[in-house]
């Protein structure tokens, strides 16, 4: 537990026992990928954002899809930091580790803090398992794990013998014994049953009811077997963290991208239409706004991402605003396609959710090593629009944000979260809709004078269009055009002045953005620069020395192109002895953009 | 918009100056589909023609509709893109052999497979002509071009098989300078819920000069042009030749007429046969050993991808008529905080 | 390299752990591959194996040949530079149903009108295992996906008709479970010149479990799979049915026997067929209302794309005997400065 | 004519006239395009070779295959520059233009020097013509064309009269008129006629005999017609460059770069696979390899960008060098196949000969702004090396270069040219067979102790194996790999280190580089820093500030990535107080590349 603690003798339950309050917890659940341990993790996740603590979330799932059971290379983990204050990571180390089976003991083991507690299913520790984990002898019995608190349960056994009149067959019981961890760990943490029973309720009851109640059922007995069976010697309190009020839900990254989506389509008036391929970790998005029909979303699923990107464009140039999404790899596709919409001038958005790369790469692990790749991955002077959301829910947000650019500048907007945001959650504090103001879209209707390129002289925007107006048939291509006409032109004159166009329109987006935000002094030693979810871990960095004195400043930048216009206080940037720009790229790759002002970062 | 009443051909020509080759077949297809559009009373602004890169793919800037000049190969993905969301425009594709079946290819099959409510021209001129006449996918083997010195290698895809091995539900062949045929032709695809393919072929007389002249030169045309009307016997040769289906549904070319075979006896053409293997059997006929045919080989009825998902749209509205931003952001479980 | 003798099934094992799900229909088909190489003579050294992105496509992990997991879709195309420049090797592609006939559709229907001399092992389960579960090219339409709440709303490709449309001059259907009909069609891929493909029927069953089930499964089998073997007649349901063609060229089911249709009347196969649309209108058999066809197509012969372009190459390297660098850069007008 | 001119009485021909020497002349041929200008360029374009000048050359196409006679959009252009000295570019201003028709003298006129020379075919100037061109009245007769030196031919009319007997058609005998034109140059400047003579019956003899009789008998009449019609006063003279000794011939950079493929494959003891997908200005090096098969190069033409880069990759696998080229659009389809390339770490060479740009851009116009798409345009950290051609026939040394560093390092390389280069011309000096040290590529064949990732430990290669090679079966692919075996690895700190090893192994290219170049002193108050095609636009200017006493100094970057090494001696980059980066792009594009020492460019 990452702070201090105090022992109080609060009376929780129906039995009194010690209660230690801490200020916040990381718990890590760890098993076999077909253990359910991301279901176990999103349950105790939910309890806690309920009992109104901060948290954050990262899942960590295999690379297969089911790998063979017992295997390391099969184990899947779910880490939760909950706190009684605000929380920007999941944790770097876990203060609990709950181990379902030896191979995810051997893999999550080594992050355990030091005296950290571990609670192991020791009916898993057989032999077959011992040797698929490569162990030579039983961890649980050589004395490996002296230091540490352990709790060995016979999770399976107990789940057994709770359910052996349930009527289910060996295989479904066994399957249940996630909950009996998950009920141990809700009183350890003293964490209200209620949402549980309920969330479990709804999870099974309609397909499988026989199972509602065999995990209930299940939930319970490990809840009060935590209670009664005193391996615990104490229970832990991490109180409320003060946090604004208002309604919450637990969102992930990727939920909040797709709702953030629907949201700026309805706030902009018009319909969305998304064209995607699947690609991990970008699927999600896709399956979330397939169920988003009623509100003005339609998806489609096509060939590969060059249709994505194409049909996304012929949507925008049909008066809907397209969205495509993927990852690396995918948004590598995408390239020829963006440039044309550069070239059309057509509103359009792009998520890419970075992974692991080059190439394949790691498809379920996270990186930012993408910033480039969007910034230039394309032929010619070819500016896109490009911000970045740094938590999960501020994948909503920037999501907004990206549909009222693309729209008002008739611009490509890329939208670049990544892994681990997608698929990490925390709590967000649901909108009201009076919170955010509607940015209706604009289309030209007006045939007299009506010129396709000329430009609004405030956004350099040029008119849009829904083919079906009447006077107001148009061609335009990927040719370079008259700055005018938008017909054809080869004059270099006139290229020239597209150019710099093109380039001065995204600049313009400067003007939407409010003075630069910095965490700490506007002078200082050291500024930290970053960008995407790299926000959490130098947010608490940075905060933890500053309260030890250090004189050290925070800017985390959400626009990547344009940079934020020549910050007001120009001493916040430029006179800082020491710039460091961390990003969750391996080799320190940064945000090289053209904006003025920022030769100098 | 019924208002805009008696189009002329003309009303369909822009103002920009049409940049093809003197004498290319192109002037011809864009002169039938301006001719097509008027008679069938088109309205200009509520279509749009979308095409990829290629000398033909320049088209839509001949046109006074709304037009997209895209990306080399691609013209389908924009087009589906568009007319999933704009269900009520009219939306054309003009591509030719290298846009549509070599990059392109793909995102053609997927067309078809999807049966998108699109109309695709695909000129075929048997080259690449912007890029100055490498051989294309539909060249016949051992062309000698700019890239292939020794000569091309690869076997050449006949676009009709390629769609029907698609699972295209309208596929009709035509030629540029057959003025009269084209603009049926264009008229049928315009006609036809669902993709409509019309693989024409067009002239390159700077690259490939007479690239079909075997087939549509004055002398040959009766001997060499099969010419598929639904219900009537595929006779050609002025009638003294038709086509027969042996026993093992191999098609044959016999002769007509008296103490020959009996005119009964001549396949009678079927463009709505279920199966699209009798339109890819009668695609199987080519230069030089069998006339080659041209008009509607297939034509079935199929749902169309945009209109199905435009239902599951109605559907899904009509079943969760309180959609709307709050109750999509309070999905999951809620909780206050004071 | 004659001098490994004797493989046996366990000498094409890697010592990489196959990490495909419990039960996955790619556990029997690399055990097939690797039986029917070991009975083969397939020499390891000489054999590379190249696959795209997918479950299947893991699949050169776990042999002891050269192998090459490359991107998504484009297998082909790294076969096809591969076998023109080393026509010795032993090139065979693993693909799955998404990789080859969605993103790569294009690289496949190429590959055919080509016919490299590629084995094509094409890992069909109607599903993207290796995403979650989406609905694939070749999913039944009306599948509910994770991408597909509502259902999907395409129609799926045939496989065997899309590479049939393409050209393709050797085509097979078998399943994952049937072991020894698979290895019989792997060991006849192997033995084809030019390009082979093989439609392999797998399950999935994390994701789509039983995606076959109506053809394989035990109890349905013998009236729902129609074995194609040359020369043979075709018959199933243990002979009491048949396949006979009626006079417009469309097979039709009839029962057989006495009383019945003749023996004497049922098709007999002939995957030599020169036109591909014999073998189409095979492939437009399919479940529910007819026998489901398994077995080789179409097995003919054309000349292959890597023999054709370094036949080419020796003609040139004789023409020209005295090719070498200095004449390479004495092109053209040649001048002398001092 | 570019510099001061100084008249003499040479007697050159038979008929003796006055004869003005001059440095250098710019001369532009303007027609229809159907009026073989490029045809006309180059035979002046050979024979001033041949006479010992040094020369440069810019053909200038429509981008309409064939467009309408007589339009404004349909003339085609070829522009030479000539001089006794060395020449850096095609020149700016043409001092001679040649012009065809009323289109091509209302698009070239304004860019002749004032009181230049004007030729002008008198009887393409019919009403339609002039109509056509948009001009209102004829500028031959309504005194527009004062100032100028006007030389009104009847081109046409003498070609016809010329061959009223050759039995010629019409139609024929109109197409030979650029020869009466090309004879009549050849009179003005001096030029040698047999090797003209020569060329037009190497041309025409074998497939139209006809026509090449035809075609020198225009030619000489052109060339006697300058001699006797005495309409030119005087004859120019531009003496031979002093060059460096040896045979030349002249080469255009597509041409160079095409036999620096084969010479490269050839020293390197490689078959060469080249796999392409037609795309103007990058074709004719499909075209000219085409032709090289008995050289050892075989390519193909497959179905997309996407299809050659990976059929190029197959043949690295096999153990060829794969090759693939493209232009803008065309090699951002290739993004996520080189990605590849980068995680197999196999030997590939990308060329891409830039055009306008963005998306189709200005396919037949030149520009350089595809850099920062060749060194970031893919997913992950992704380096590969980088480097540029200069001149036409530095696209040799650098196609040569690009082969020898991407065997050598087992890594794509890109080789950037541009329109300009690719059709531009200039005399090239033939190497010497003993001037270039072959590169034999080794294959490993030892299977003992075989790890298809270790590396050598002076490039950081590994090594590469043919397929076929006993005892060496491996498997590739691009998930992330372990760091020795090459087996996939999901491992943090191996992906870590196989960045940097990536990373690594590109800047180890440094130590193939000499000393920095630099034109001018080490020292100075301005320092140009260009890549690419302006280096002889860049040379001429700073060469001209230079001569005016200007402290100017000019480094001219081959590689791109890696940049050069810390140069040797640091104050010829650090102190200079203004640094200049000029690129053939429109706002600038520079390189931004992560070589340490190049921060403060
Ligand atoms: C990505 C890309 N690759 C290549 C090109 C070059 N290109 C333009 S058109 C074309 C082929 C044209 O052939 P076809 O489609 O048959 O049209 P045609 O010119 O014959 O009408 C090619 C290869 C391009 N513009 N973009
Ligand atoms: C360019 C690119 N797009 C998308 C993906 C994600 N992806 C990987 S495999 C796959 C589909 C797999 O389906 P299939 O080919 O049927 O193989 P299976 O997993 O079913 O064996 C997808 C979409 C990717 N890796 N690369
Ligand atoms: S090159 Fe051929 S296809 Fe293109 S415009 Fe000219 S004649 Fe027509
Ligand atoms: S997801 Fe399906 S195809 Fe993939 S390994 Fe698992 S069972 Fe096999
Ligand atoms: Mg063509
Ligand atoms: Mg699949």
Redesign the interface.
Known sequence: MATSSTPTGQDMSATPRPIIEVDSVVIRFAGDSGDGMQLTGSEFTKASAVAGNDLSTLPDYPAEIRAPTGTLFGVSGFQLQFASHQVFTPGDQPDVLVAMNPAALKTNLPDLVTSGSLIVNTAAFTKPNLTKAKYESNPLEDGSLEGYQVFPVDVTGLTKECLKDSGLNAKSIDRCKNFFALGMTFWMFNRPIEPALKSINDKFRKKKPELADANIQVFKAGYHYGETAEIFTQSVQVKRAEIAPGKYRNIMGNSATAIGLVTGATLAELPLLYAGYPITPASTILHELSRYRAYGATTIQVEDEIAAAGAAIGASFGGSIGVTASSGPGVALKAEAMGLAVSLELPLVVVNVQRGGPSTGLPTKTEQSDLLQMLYGRNGESPVAVLSARTPGDCFDCAIEAVRIAVKYMTPVVLMTDGYLANGAEPWRIPKLSDIAPFPAKFRTDPENFFPYERDEKTLARPWVKPGTPGLAHRVGGLEKDALTGHVSYDPENHQKMCELRRDKILRIQQELGPIEVNGEHEGEVLVIGWGSTYGAITKSVNELREGGAKVSHVHLRWLNPLHPHPPQPQALRPTPWTARPARSRCGTVARSRSPGWDAT | ?G?EIKLKKKDFQ?D???????G?GDYSILAQVQKSFAELGVN?????I?SG?G?SSRF??Y????????????A???????????P??NVWVITGDGDSL??????L??AM???VNLKILLFNNRI?????G??S?TSETGKRT?????????????PV???????ATFVARSIDTDTKHLQEMIKRAHAHKGTAIIEIYQNCN??NDGAFVQITNKDAKEEQQLRLVHGEPMLFAGGTKGIR?N?????EVVEVGEGKTSLDAI?KH?ET?D????A??L??LRYPDHPTPVGVFRAVS??T?DD??NE??Q???A??PS????S???????????
């Not at chain 2, 920009?16 to 003197?22: E, G, I, N, S, T």
């Not at chain 2, 200009?44 to 749009?48: H, I, K, P």
């Not at chain 2, 070599?102 to 995102?107: R, V, Y």
């Open positions: 918009m208002s822009s920009q100056d049409v940049r093809w080759c003197p290319c200009r602004d509520e279509t749009v979308i890169i000398c839509p800037y046109m006074t509709t709304y037009g997209m000049h895209s990306i080399h190969g691609r389908p993905t924009f087009a589906t893109g568009l007319k999933v969301s704009r009520e425009l070599s990059i392109g290819g793909n995102h099959i997927h497979r999807r049966n690449y002509g912007l890029t100055k490498q051989y996918p700019p890239s292939t010195p020794l000569g091309s290698v690869d076997n050449p895809f006949d098989s390629v769609v029907l091995g698609a699972g700077v690259f289906f026993q093992l549904g191999v098609p396949c079927d046969m199966t699209p293997a009798y890819f059997t695609a199987q199929r749902p991808y199905a998902v599951q749209t559907r899904a509205v079943a969760k959609a709307d931003l709050s999509l952001w309070h999905q999951g479980e809620v909780w206050e905080a004071e």
